[in-house]
């Protein structure tokens, strides 16, 4: 029983929003690897649950990008434009899933002691600020906030909660496993950011190998058709 409650408290604790520095930091089923809560890559770094579905998204797109630009790009008569324009996009698409997947997307912390005065949230009633703070209070400074039963966070309206995560999310949009977390308030940007970049890689990869199909298969025939010709040259010149 002791092992429980102390296992709840600690579960609590990650919970609740603070200044600090922290490293390898549990928060729900989250890992703050470095950096402070509440902040965004490079910051900090904080990967969700599903984080090795993260790191097939970052080999999938490092390694299709360096295909492509060894066996395609390098062979394109305009490979010096090619190569570093190839290059360019996988290190933006990277960088954009970098902030997506590594930040903070949008967690309701709970509030510490002395930081729950200073919220300025809808429905925040300052004039019930006694200096004081327990459960009941929270309540009526926070009219518009309910409480949620797996996290045990006020949270208000627009925030849900994420069962792979066991995180209250503002504004959640869904959880993502190639992200290997929550797209919510905070990383949405990102994440419409990382499809954009990713769009634009895959379609001037798609460009470069029509390209570089193209320039071959026009050599091959003309290839051919010089050995043919050559041939029925030498033919005609026996006959």
Not at 47 to 62: I, N, Q, S
Not at 151 to 170: F, G, K, M, N, T
Request: glycine residues 10%.
């Amino acid at each position: 029983m002791a092992k429980v409650k102390h296992h709840a408290k600690d579960k609590e604790n990650n919970r609740v929003r603070t200044g600090q520095f922290h490293c390898c930091r549990m928060v729900g089923n989250h890992i703050l690897l470095w950096g402070h809560v509440d902040t965004s890559f490079p910051f900090q770094a904080m990967v969700g649950p599903d984080w090795y579905c993260m790191c097939v998204t970052y080999a999938l797109v490092v390694g299709g990008g360096f295909l492509v630009s060894k066996f395609v790009c390098e062979r394109l008569e305009w490979s010096a434009i090619a190569v570093p324009i190839e290059l360019a996009l996988v290190g933006l698409t990277c960088c954009c899933f970098s902030f997506a997947a590594c930040s903070d997307p949008g967690i309701v912390y709970k509030e510490l002691f002395e930081s729950v005065a200073t919220l300025e949230e809808p429905g925040w009633d300052s004039s019930l600020s006694d200096g004081g703070f327990d459960e009941e209070n929270a309540k009526k400074r926070m009219p518009k906030r309910s409480k949620c039963i797996h996290c045990e966070v006020y949270r208000l309206p627009s925030a849900s909660h994420c069962y792979d995560c066991d995180l209250c999310i503002s504004d959640l949009d869904h959880h993502c496993p190639w992200t290997g977390k929550c797209i919510g308030r905070k990383t949405l940007k990102y994440f419409y950011a990382f499809l954009g970049s990713l769009t634009i890689l895959i379609l001037y990869s798609i460009a470069c190998l029509f390209a570089f199909m193209t320039a071959r298969g026009f050599g091959w025939d003309s290839e051919g058709g010089g050995e043919g010709g050559g041939g029925d040259g030498g033919n005609s010149t026996l006959t």
